[in-house]
């Protein structure tokens, strides 16, 4: 690799490990596993090492991912929080004993093995046997204060079981939440169609930052400890201290084995690779630490990590099942999905049986027959995923799976989207589970808000004839209520109840509670802050939906043709008639500010006192334009922390400034661009 290859790689490393620390640490929203993660990393560590030339002190390897927020008083740690060196394999796992007993020149030692619970780093301080403070890992160096909430865990103790516990000490561990906590909560969100957690270890992180600690405690939040630090500790070594930490009431893992020997250590590992998925919390791995203090402080540290411990990371769990049939599901939209019906099998925590097959395409390429025995894959991972087929377990006279070709509800012939790989059913007004989703979608809480009409209620009032089209719920009766199967007095009333206050949700929820295809809650928020009212949405052309910040002509059609649908067309007036928000209120109607005008503006990077979507919102008040890309018609880009190397090259190479944050505010503040 020539110097210029090596540079031009180790700036796309740095760019993409930047982003994905962001997804990680701050947004909570990964785009690749751990180990892809980690993979990165030591590509990019040992390129900066061959080619010194290029030392940056910004690199990714030169700090460690923060969950720092700006909702939460920042706490120095006493003593960094710092990262394990990770490891994937046996071999590499018997490589660091080998090096340790090597530096421990024969000196007899033991090794604590540990589970590696995934959760969010924690470090509790105790004074007197009692709960004084709980910071989060943060950046390795400083945290955020969240005691508040960490106090509604019922499985950490807030005063301490008699013992012989020092006056002040610390303790490290993982806050979780339980696989079957993490399931509820996500058919929850799903119900009320929210984002969904992608895994135990982000609905935890979420969690805990959490403003209200009332809400905090109805997520049932659990903990496991691992690591005791002060200065007067009753042993000199990591297991006593944890079994002494253990009598006073803290939830040490019964995991935690005391192994003498490499041969015990590889046991270890095997054992837990095998028997993890009967755990009823997240695990991703082991840890190793050399058990005596002293040893400990002989084999010190490098610049990331202890020499004295390391992580064995497991690979995502996976089982061998045979499908029983595949479902055929048709969604709000129309669109009809493939779904793998299973014989029950156990995975990272929970009974799977189903699982998404996506689309036709996905069932070509993994070619499944009726009866074959799939692979499925969690992970960590929302939804079940098949990876692949066992075909030596295949019966040799099984069928191929078809797509349908008539929608599975209504007997509707399906149609091919352009360019896409879903079948929809085209008869939106007249197929029963479009008809019934929407009602549900409209009344949920990011919605319009409509408390005790889900999914259930929404089909019962379908099928009695209440309730066809949205517009309906505006004319319900509590009587009309009462008089049905499972709903009694106080639900009818709750029910009528709500849908008087949704009279007061602001438009742009309502567009999004309308169920206009391809617009989803950003997009409506943006629509509706730019059309302003619903009567001036109606009278645009697709040319003129185009030309909306964000709106491409694809969504630009799928709002023209919703609008001019009669069926539509009825149901807002008559959504508009029953007092229904149809524009934005008078503050957001009141005339934008002008600081930015005619100024287009590039946001890249993380932000300390307001979101990305919060500064785009900024910028377009104050008369300016948001884009995404850099260009010679750029006037400045608001330049975050881990902007990256790629944008800030073109800032240099076209002339465009870049102001801080700071800056930017200030620059508001004063109104002189």
């Known amino acids: 690799m020539t110097s210029q290859e090596a540079k031009q790689k180790i700036e796309q490393l740095r760019s993409d490990l930047h982003r994905h620390n962001n997804n990680y640490y701050v947004l909570n929203s990964p ?41 939460f008083e920042h706490i120095v740690h006493e003593r960094p929080m710092m990262s394990l060196s990770n490891s994937y394999s046996i071999q590499e796992v018997d490589e660091w004993f080998n090096r340790d007993k090597k530096a421990l020149e024969g000196e007899d030692f033991s090794v604590v093995g540990e589970m590696k619970f995934d959760g ?18 943060g950046d390795g160096t400083q945290g955020d204060d969240v005691t508040a909430n960490v106090k509604t865990i019922r499985s950490i103790p807030l005063e301490l079981q008699p013992g012989d516990w020092p006056e ?31 895994n135990p270890r982000n609905a935890a992180s979420g969690t805990l930052k959490m403003r209200k600690s009332s809400e905090v405690a109805k997520r049932h939040l659990d903990a496991r400890f691992y690591y005791l630090l002060g200065d007067n500790l009753p042993f000199d070594n990591h297991y006593d201290n944890m079994l002494a930490a253990r009598s006073w009431g803290f939830k040490v893992s019964t995991a935690m084995k005391l192994l003498n020997t490499l041969e015990e250590v590889d046991e270890y590992i095997n054992y837990w690779d095998e028997h993890r998925k009967e755990l009823p919390v997240a695990t991703d791995g082991l840890v190793f630490k050399i058990n005596s203090f002293r040893q400990q402080l002989n084999l010190g540290y490098t610049a990331k990590s202890p020499r004295w411990a390391i992580a064995y990371k497991f690979n995502p769990e996976n089982a061998c099942t045979q499908l029983r049939f595949v479902s055929f599901e048709t969604g709000r939209m129309g669109i009809v999905t493939p779904v793998a019906n299973l014989e029950p099998v156990l995975l990272s925590g929970t009974i799977v049986k189903r699982a998404s097959l996506h ?26 995923k098949i990876t692949g087929v066992d075909e030596s ?68 009032l379908f099928d009695c004839g209440l309730v ?29 109840e709500g849908i008087e206050e949704s009279k007061k949700v602001p438009f742009e929820r309502v567009v999004y509670a309308l169920s206009i295809p391809n617009v989803g809650e950003t997009t409506a928020k943006r629509l509706a802050l730019q059309v302003k009212t619903m009567e001036n949405m109606q009278k645009m052309s697709v040319e003129e939906l185009t030309a909306l ?21 009825n149901n807002i007036s008559r959504l508009k008639a029953a007092g229904v928000q149809m524009q934005l209120s008078e503050d957001k109607l009141a005339p934008a500010g002008d600081k930015l005008l005619g100024k287009t503006i590039v946001i890249s990077g993380t932000f300390t006192h307001h979101s990305r979507d919060e ?59």
């Open 31 to 71: 785009e690749i596993s751990d180990k892809e993660f980690d993979f990165l990393m030591k590509e990019l560590e040992q390129l900066e090492e061959q080619f010194p030339e290029y030392f940056d002190p910004l690199s990714p390897t030169q700090r460690v991912g923060s969950d720092l927020s700006k909702d």
């Open 120 to 137: 969010v780093s924690i470090s509790l301080t105790y004074r007197n046997g009692r709960l004084e403070k709980a910071v989060t890992r």
């Open 168 to 198: 002040y000490f610390e303790i490290r561990g993982e806050i979780l939440m339980p696989w079957k906590v993490f399931e509820t909560l996500n058919a929850e969100r799903a119900y009320n169609e929210e984002p969904l957690f992608a």
């Open 359 to 384: 689309n036709d395409d996905i069932i070509q390429e993994l070619d499944i027959h009726q009866g074959d025995w799939l692979y499925v894959e969690k992970g960590g991972e929302i939804i079940p």
């Open 393 to 460: 377990q295949r019966n040799p006279e099984a069928e191929k799976i078809h797509f349908v070709t008539e929608c599975p509800v209504c007997g509707t012939k399906l149609v091919r989207i352009f360019g896409e790989a879903a079948w929809w059913c085209p008869n939106r007004y007249g197929c029963r589970p479009q008809i019934t989703g929407k009602i549900e979608h409209f009344c949920a809480r990011r919605m319009m808000n409509i408390d005790g009409i889900g999914e259930e209620t929404a089909e019962l």
């Open 468 to 496: 066809e089209r949205i517009a309906d719920l505006y004319e319900l009766k509590q009587e009309q209520l009462e008089a049905l199967e499972r709903i009694g007095k106080k639900t009818a009333a709750k029910i009528i």
């Open 549 to 569: 910040q964000d709106i491409g002509p694809v969504v630009a059609k799928c709002i023209y043709d919703f609008l001019r649908d009669p069926v539509n067309e």
């Open 615 to 673: 500064y785009k919102e900024i910028i377009e008040k104050e008369g300016g334009k948001n884009t995404g890309s850099i260009s010679k018609s750029t006037s400045f880009v608001l330049a975050g922390e881990n902007m990256g190397p790629a944008k800030k090259e073109k800032c240099e190479k076209l002339g465009i400034p870049m102001i801080t944050e700071s800056q930017f505010l200030l620059l508001l503040e004063a109104g002189d661009s």
